[in-house]
């Protein structure tokens, strides 16, 4: 239909070249294109995808597609794409027609996304929120968040493969992320806390639930003392209940940084299994205390091997002494089996014997 407007006037605009009504053509023309362009953009949505134009909403679902849609109409908002097979997110994936959009929520669970390029999410400056959750992510691009300078929640559970665990510092150490307020990492076999620095960020909310963390470091503790507003989920790994945990102990007993505190459980040693680290006692997680009963020990060594040294010292020196002892033992026995002997021989009835005595 626009073809048909442009064709028209074109040919209309070559006729009244020399009149007065050129003029007005063209103006003419040009408030028909105005008009109806945009108007016809408005109203495409992609295949297989439900616009809701007074939300902003585009939602699609279960394509066939193993790419994004390249035609999300321009006023969206909220894009949602949910159980399609996008393997891999491109760099630029979101770019509409080239030109930066203003979407603010991106949605990608549950579409098998492996790998995320570098600049993957280029041209989407006001975008708040992105979850990437329950994807197979096998690569994360160190460049993959670059670009989001407005994002404030990250969504990453249930979705890392162990090569992208690696990763994912890499990638979330970007500047970029400085507005970030809540990143999500349940249910990613985490064995630590997978950012290198936690200043870079504006983190409000840090949740770490269904991982493998067995312990946090001194260090990484004092880091989380820095950042008073920072709240940290933990509950749901297999916390190792030893005194390397001393520093982290009292962290979760002082600060109140960490909400599911009560739900922080020991995994080991098995004496406290399911024992709540915070409800453990000072001694349980007291490295000096266990330094102390270990020196303790040697020390006892020490003390019994000494005795022990001394009193065959005192052995040896007295052997003289003792063989003379010995010796007059062993006469005084003789004397007796003497005696014995000779009372024998004369009573060599045993019962009359018995008698006697
Ligand atoms: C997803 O796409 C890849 C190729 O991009 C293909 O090998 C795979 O079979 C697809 N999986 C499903 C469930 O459609
Ligand atoms: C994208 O640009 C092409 C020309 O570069 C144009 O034909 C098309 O209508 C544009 N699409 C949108 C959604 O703006
Ligand atoms: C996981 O991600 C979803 C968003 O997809 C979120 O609503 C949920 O609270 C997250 N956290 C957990 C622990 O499942
Ligand atoms: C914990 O995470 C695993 C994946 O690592 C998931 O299969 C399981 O359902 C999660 N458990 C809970 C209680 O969320
Ligand atoms: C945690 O501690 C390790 C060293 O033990 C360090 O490499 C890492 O950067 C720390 N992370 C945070 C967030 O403090
Ligand atoms: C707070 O932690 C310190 C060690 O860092 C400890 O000495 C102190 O007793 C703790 N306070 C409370 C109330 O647990």
């Known amino acids: 239909m626009r073809e048909k407007t442009w064709i028209f006037h074109s040919a209309d605009n070559a006729k009244c070249l020399f009149s007065l009504w050129n003029q007005w053509c063209l103006c003419y023309a040009a408030v028909v294109c105005l008009l109806f362009s945009p108007v016809r953009t408005d109203d495409a949505c ?17 394509g066939e597609d193993a790419e994004v849609p390249g035609d999300i109409p321009v006023w969206t908002s909220t894009l ?11 760099r630029g994936a979101f770019m509409i027609n080239g030109t930066e959009s203003d979407m603010t929520t991106l949605s ?36 993959a968040f670059h670009g989001l300078l407005e994002l404030r929640s990250l969504y990453l559970n249930d979705s890392l493969l162990p090569p992208a665990t ?31 620095r936690l200043d870079i960020y504006n983190l409000h909310a840090l949740v770490l639930i269904n991982n493998s963390i067995e312990s946090i470091g001194p260090e990484n503790v004092t880091n989380l003392y820095q950042l008073r507003r920072i709240r940290v989920y933990l509950s749901l790994n297999p916390f190792r209940c030893n005194c390397e945990l001393e520093a982290f102990y009292y962290w979760l007993k002082n600060s109140s940084q960490c909400p599911d505190a009560q ?95």
Not at 84 to 89: A, E, M, Y
Not at 109 to 137: C, K, M, T, V, W
Not at 166 to 189: D, F, I, P, V
């Open 46 to 62: 992609p295949s297989s995808c439900v616009c809701a134009r007074d939300s902003g909403t585009v939602t699609c679902r279960d």
């Open 80 to 90: 949602i794409l949910k159980g399609r097979n996008i393997s891999t997110l491109q």
């Open 108 to 143: 990608l669970s549950y579409n098998g996304i492996q790998a995320i390029e570098p600049y993957a999410f280029l041209g989407l400056p006001r975008l708040h929120l992105l979850d990437l959750s329950h994807n197979q992510l096998e690569s994360i691009s160190a460049r």
């Open 166 to 196: 690696m990763q994912l510092s890499n990638a979330l150490s970007t500047q970029s992320l400085h507005n970030l307020h809540r990143l999500e990492l349940a249910g990613n076999s985490l064995k630590s806390i997978p950012l290198m």
């Open 263 to 357: 739900r922080v459980l020991c995994s080991e040693p098995e004496a406290k299994r399911g024992v709540p680290v915070e409800k453990l006692r000072r001694e349980d997680v007291d490295c000096m205390n266990e330094n102390l009963e270990a020196v303790s020990y040697v020390f006892l060594g020490i003390v019994l091997a000494l005795i022990g040294v001394v009193f065959l010292m005192v052995l040896y020196l007295n052997r003289g002494g003792i063989k003379r002892w010995l010796n007059n033992i062993r006469e005084a026995c003789r004397d007796q089996m003497e005696v014995y002997h000779y009372r024998y021989e004369q009573d060599s009835d045993p019962r009359l014997a018995n008698v006697a005595v």
